[in-house]
């Protein structure tokens, strides 16, 4: 069975990515989900917080040691100007490129234009063979004008495009009034994918000590609904890779990512969930589902049901159908949103 894709640019064997998580921390992990199938692997993320000049500096030394990157680094100050320790995320990309031949994305987090962006052009010489760039960003402030903010993550996109030559996924949050011309512009910017959506982990109230604690749940295949929609809705006017992250669990969910016209999907609860080697299994169900539906290549569903191309575009377009609402159906499944 067929089940090859492209996305960034990259032939996949077929869409099955792991998603940024602590997956891809150990070695063995690596080797494991590499023996599994994996069709590439995102790394943790490496937040802007953790990129002071200091740290930057310890990067720097790292790729002088191991060899061959010194002309690209100039741009940085000298490391003798800090104390360095080592950088623990690039002698981990250094470890896994050297252990696997599939794809390795890293991914990196900020919400500014500054110093740390020269981590980017870092991770791409350590090996990286994309870059993921998680806009994970939550605005307290009342003064933050909308319009500020989404001008620049655009920039911040542009400037880490314009740093590295290898393609670069945005990875995204779907709180954005316009989604559609916000992703138009970074893909303007030079975005060669989307990675849709972030989750963000919700902080709850513990009431017999009144904290507020942060709760990372994994997540549900209910969650995916929120992905197709707009995976649908972004196939036609973006020509660019799209990735579907938040609850595929199942080879249904991938058929019905790639329906909507996902190129890939990015696994983390299921695997961390049943372990590495379920994505062997999801991938050989993705194959038993085509043949039971006599298609012979994933590609030919390719965007089947996009918005552009689906007979029903008011099932994408409309977030509360009246008929939905009031037969019930939209509290049966859950999504019924006010
Ligand atoms: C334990 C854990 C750690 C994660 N760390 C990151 C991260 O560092 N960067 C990131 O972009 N996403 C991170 N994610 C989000 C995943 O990459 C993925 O987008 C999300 O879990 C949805 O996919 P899933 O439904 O298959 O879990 C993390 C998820 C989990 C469960």
Redesign the pocket.
Known sequence: MDLRTRYLGFELEHPLVV????LADDLDLVRRLEDAGAAAI?L??RFEEQLSPRRLAASQQLLEDDGSFSDALSYLPHADEFAVSRDEYLEQLLRIKRAVRVPVVA?L?GTTLGGWLAHARMLEQAGADAL?L?L?QLVTDPAADSRAVEEREVEMVSAVCDAVLVPVAV?LSPYYTSLVHFASRLEGAGAGGL?LF??FYQSDIELESLEVRPR?H??SPR?LLLRLRWIAILRGPLRCSLAA?????AAEDVVKAVLCGADAV???????RHGPERLASLRSELGEWLERHECDALGDLAGALSLERCPDPAAFERAQYLWTLQSGRGGAHGEGGS
Do not use: D
Not at 19 to 22: E, F, K, N, R, T
Not at 245 to 249: D, P, R, S, Y
Not at 266 to 272: A, G, N, R, W, Y
């Open positions: 998603g940024a998580s602590p995102v943790r993320s991914s987090n993921e998680n994970y990875k990675v972030n989750r990372l994994l997540s969650e992250t938040g609850g595929v669990h990015q696994i983390v609860s299921v695997l961390l």
